[in-house]
């Protein structure tokens, strides 16, 4: 069980930082609009981009790690932790980004965690 916990939160580690680095990309990308006629633009602005494909890159090899982890527990006590993500990335994009926290999200994220800590004492 122990060496599952480590795959879970190396995955969640991984899926963090990817998505703060995927957010990122898509500052300096700017807004982007999907349609067939500017899709492949995008998709060469997404390729050129290190931010998105560094990104991408952890967020592919933590969903290996998910996957590791995956293969050595239920699903039931796996699939709750990935709400980790939810509480480190609030954290996450008010230390980078800079985004407002407020008392709701605040207790939100406190619920996700309390919820994650009971499943984690189930298991």
């Not at 807004?31 to 931010?51: E, K, R």
């Not at 980078?96 to 965690?113: D, H």
Request: net charge positive; with cysteine; aromatic share 8%.
């Amino acid at each position: 069980m122990k060496g599952a916990l480590a795959y879970l939160l190396v995955s969640i580690v991984c899926a963090v930082v990817g998505q703060i680095l995927l957010k990122q990309g898509m500052r300096v990308i700017g807004p982007v609009t999907l349609s067939l006629h500017g899709f492949p633009d995008l998709i060469l602005q997404l390729i050129a981009n290190p931010w998105v494909v560094v990104g991408m890159s952890l967020y592919l090899g933590g969903s290996l790690f998910w996957l590791t982890a995956l293969s050595r527990l239920d699903l039931s006590v796996a699939y709750p932790f990935a709400g980790l993500n939810y509480v480190l990335i609030l954290l996450a994009s008010y230390l980078v980004f800079g985004e407002a926290l407020n008392p709701i999200r605040i207790a939100g994220v406190l619920l996700i965690a309390l919820g994650v800590s009971l499943i984690a004492r189930s298991a």
